[in-house]
């Protein structure tokens, strides 16, 4: 039991609420249009889910190696870093999360597009390896890219356009241009979450040679990205429910805009990285 405990630390549930969004919003909008199938949103979860795990993973063997993760890091424990397992166990837990994205991709692939010919499924075929070379090169390597600030990039893209977008087609089997706005709000959030993460570690990444976006533009202009990142999000949001307007119940979303209104405001007045840590948590539930 002490070993499965340890494991559940290393995929750090917290951050999978965020990652599930975008497969939840995806269906959520393709029910809107009346096409929504249960099994497509079954398949979506599970393979974001894997996803979210094999990155954590990732990032966790990853920054251990490069020796990022050390005693002054600010944030939650790492497993491979203080011994709690081995190497071995790690990239072979890998190993197994990248079968899993494999297996639980393909099933959603082919349930969504068994009927539109190959090209669609091929397309969708090589994004998914995409989003799984995405999820272990972040850290892992001679060049991750996470090491040279393009982690904010990636995860806008992954976990937005082609989470929210993706999952969107799967059901539909088409594309409304409209969708990338609620698709590039999720995307901002997300990239909001990784922002906070590396203003809390923003010291020991610059000891540790780990050039994050933060370490390059400085706390003060991360502040104002973050403050940036959360208010195009509401934006492009309600860009696409004034566009798609049927109902006042539409803007119901609004009403979460107060949590994202007081984590720029502690964001803004915060002095203490290690503080962001509660931070995060809560903006990847809000």
């Known amino acids: 039991m002490k070993k499965v405990s340890i494991w559940i630390e290393a995929f750090r549930l917290r951050t999978l609420p965020l990652a599930l969004s975008s497969a939840i919003l995806g269906s959520f909008l393709a029910f809107a249009r009346g096409e929504f199938h249960w099994y497509i949103l079954v398949?979506?979860?599970?393979?974001?889910?894997?996803?979210?795990?094999l990155s954590n993973l990732a990032n966790d063997y990853g920054d251990a190696m490069h020796g990022t993760d050390n005693e002054e890091r600010l944030g939650p424990?790492?497993?491979?870093?203080?011994?709690?397992?081995?190497?071995?166990?790690?990239?072979?837990?890998?190993?197994?999360?990248?079968?899993?994205?494999?297996?639980?991709?393909?099933?959603?692939?082919?349930?969504?597009?068994r009927s539109v010919g190959w090209k669609p499924i091929l397309f969708f075929f090589i994004l998914g390896l995409s989003a799984i070379t995405a999820a272990i090169k972040y850290t892992i390597g001679k060049n991750p890219y996470?090491?040279?600030?393009?982690?904010?990039?990636?995860?806008?893209?992954?976990?937005?356009?082609?989470?929210?977008?993706?999952?969107?087609?799967?059901?539909?089997?088409?594309?409304?241009?409209?969708?990338?706005?609620?698709?590039?709000?999720?995307?901002?959030l997300s990239s909001g979450v990784l922002n906070l993460n590396n203003m809390r570690d923003i010291e020991n990444d610059a000891r540790s040679g780990k050039r994050t976006l933060v370490v390059h533009i400085g706390s003060k202009a991360a502040k104002i990205y973050h403050m940036m990142l959360i208010i195009l999000s509401i934006v492009f949001s309600l860009v696409y429910t004034i566009v798609k307007f049927n109902s006042v119940y539409q803007f119901l979303f609004m009403l979460t805009c107060p949590l994202f209104a007081l984590n720029i405001f502690v964001v803004m007045r915060n002095t203490d990285p290690g503080e962001l840590n509660r931070e995060l948590k809560k903006l990847a539930l809000s």
């Open 43 to 53: 398949l979506a979860l599970l393979t974001t889910l894997f996803l979210q795990i």
């Open 77 to 113: 424990q790492r497993i491979t870093q203080s011994g709690l397992v081995s190497k071995r166990q790690m990239q072979a837990m890998i190993l197994l999360f990248v079968s899993l994205s494999l297996i639980s991709g393909s099933l959603l692939i082919f349930a969504g597009l």
């Open 146 to 188: 996470g090491y040279i600030g393009l982690g904010d990039v990636f995860v806008f893209l992954f976990f937005g356009i082609l989470g929210v977008a993706g999952t969107y087609y799967l059901h539909t089997r088409s594309l409304d241009p409209w969708i990338l706005f609620p698709a590039s709000a999720i995307g901002l």
